[in-house]
């Protein structure tokens, strides 16, 4: 039985070295307005491929 | 540093630092917290694990506990000996070092509120907004400012290609005209600088009519419609002009646009949008307004915790968190039930990305106010985004003259990221939330810096929620 079970995540740390382009939505363009969100955000560069 | 919790009889751990998840039993979950109690600090971490004592310990006393055979014990603590190896589990923070030269990435604009309208035919009781007019400073922006505002945006874009425009007011919809021309002209900007423009446009619906819709689901990339879920929810706080509801007024109006929207094989840029509501103290079960806008129809939806004076009769405090609470775990589990009948729906802070999210930049430097993101008045002022307009210390500059107090702007720069807040640096959620709104901030504390305790709790939860949803989907 299978006691650990990691959930595939974003590698942050390979990130840093692909990221930082700025193309993504700015956080407060979409629906909440009053609060900010910022990991439902998608990353432009893999919403492309 | 790692965050546990039980939620829907999941036991879920959250390695802050590499912003990992993972789903484990209740022995492994007894494990961890008995190993983490022992931990000093993250940097320690590989060090305790490797102590073959410890190992010897911990795995016996738990062998007795759950009556399980040690040596499966071994094997689930070397497997969290492997997790930490691989920077998985109690991973040791490499962020907060850089953190400015993270944020200062954030060196360009690339998103402007446009204010197109400050002035509203409604007159929703909990409106930030003064009712629309910003602290009486009404007014509707002309064609020749909103184009201004436009070509400010380009020329200080810089390289970035996708830019955002939202028609926020106030009503967007009682300067129509004017959005349409900047629709336009913002088109024609595209093949000139080589941009993409993203239009949003977020309204209350009142005025919607076919050209509205039509030109809405061509041109617009999103839209975001105030509806705060129930009838009676909605009619207490969103008034018209002459104290009575504006449900009946704007449902049909919703239904047509989503409808249009959505419609397979219509002509439109986007398929997105969002119905949005806002939450009080008159609707703590607001879980069943979120359910109320599904029922109806609409699959993309959002509701939000009122921001307003402590004072006031709506006003949501502390002492609500508990209820609070349950209403966000009751929407996430009715959630999940609906998905397995093939009826699901999304709500805004349920779907997160686990895969496809955001980089560390943007986890480090947070929603990009002041730095990539700009509020513009009806007369071109700038502020630093949306709900400072009107607050006289932080207007920034205008669109003619560019940013005339550059001391406002650097309160936003590499100094305000996810490390400069007082309880962000060391929270478990950190790179899921990046440091919450700079707004409710400074509004509750009169500092960007200092964390908006209420909301703070309310988006953790959220969180705890949303990772508890991605959780259940990987187990089915």
Sequence with gaps: MKRIKTITTRDMAKSQMT????????????????????ANQHCEQRKDK | MIHQYKLNDYYIVVDANSASVHSVDEVAYDMIGIIDAAIP?????????????????????????????????????????????????????????QAEDLKLK?????????????????DCEYCFAGKGEYSGKSGIMSLEVGKRALDYLVENSGSRRHLEVDFFGGEPLINWDVCKELVRYGRELEKKHDKIFNFTLTTNGVL?????????????????????????????????KDGSGTYDRIIDNFRALVDSRTEEGAERRSTEYYMRGTYTAYNKDF???????????????????????????YALSSEDLPLLFEEYEKLALEMLEREKKGEGFSFYHYT??????????????????????????????????????GDDEMLAGNIYEGITHPE?????????????????????????????????????????????????????????????????????
């Excluded at chain 2, 954030?106 to 409604?122: D, E, P, R, T, Y």
């Excluded at chain 2, 990009?368 to 949306?386: I, S």
């Excluded at chain 2, 007082?422 to 707004?439: F, N, Q, V």
């Design chain 1, 19 to 38: 990221g930082g382009c700025g193309e993504c939505q700015t956080s407060c363009q979409s629906a909440s307005k009053t609060s900010c969100s910022v």
């Design chain 2, 41 to 97: 600090s993250d940097r320690d971490a590989a060090e305790i694990l490797g102590r073959n004592d410890i190992r010897a310990e911990i795995t016996a006393d738990l062998s007795v506990k759950y009556n399980v055979d040690v040596s499966e014990l071994l094997d689930v603590y070397d497997e969290l000996k492997a997790l930490n190896k691989e920077g998985l589990l109690w991973s040791v923070d490499i962020y907060e070092d």
């Design chain 2, 106 to 122: 954030q060196s360009v604009l690339k998103a402007i509120c446009l204010h197109v309208a400050h002035g509203c035919n409604m």
């Design chain 2, 208 to 240: 919607i009519d076919d050209d509205v819709i039509d030109f809405t689901n061509r041109e617009m990339g999103n839209v975001v419609l105030s509806l705060d879920g129930r009838r009676e929810t909605h009619d207490r706080m969103r008034h018209a």
């Design chain 2, 287 to 313: 879980c069943s307004d979120v359910l109320a806008m599904a029922d109806m129809g609409f699959r993309e939806t959002s509701i939000e915790p009122v921001v307003s004076d402590p004072d006031v009769p």
């Design chain 2, 352 to 389: 997160v990305d686990l895969t496809g999210g955001p980089c560390i930049y943007k986890r480090v430097s947070g929603c990009g106010v002041a730095t990539e993101y700009l509020a513009v008045t009806p007369t071109g002022d700038l502020y630093p985004c949306h709900q400072f307009v």
């Design chain 2, 408 to 476: 406002v702007v650097d309160i936003f720069r590499g100094k305000n990221n996810l490390y400069t807040r007082d309880k962000c640096r060391g929270c478990w959620a950190k790179l899921y939330c990046a440091g919450g709104c700079a707004a409710n901030n400074y509004h509750s504390n009169g500092d960007i810096n200092k964390v908006y305790k209420f909301g703070c709790e309310l988006h953790k939860k959220r969180i705890e929620c949303a990772l508890m949803m991605a959780v259940a989907r990987s187990e089915e």
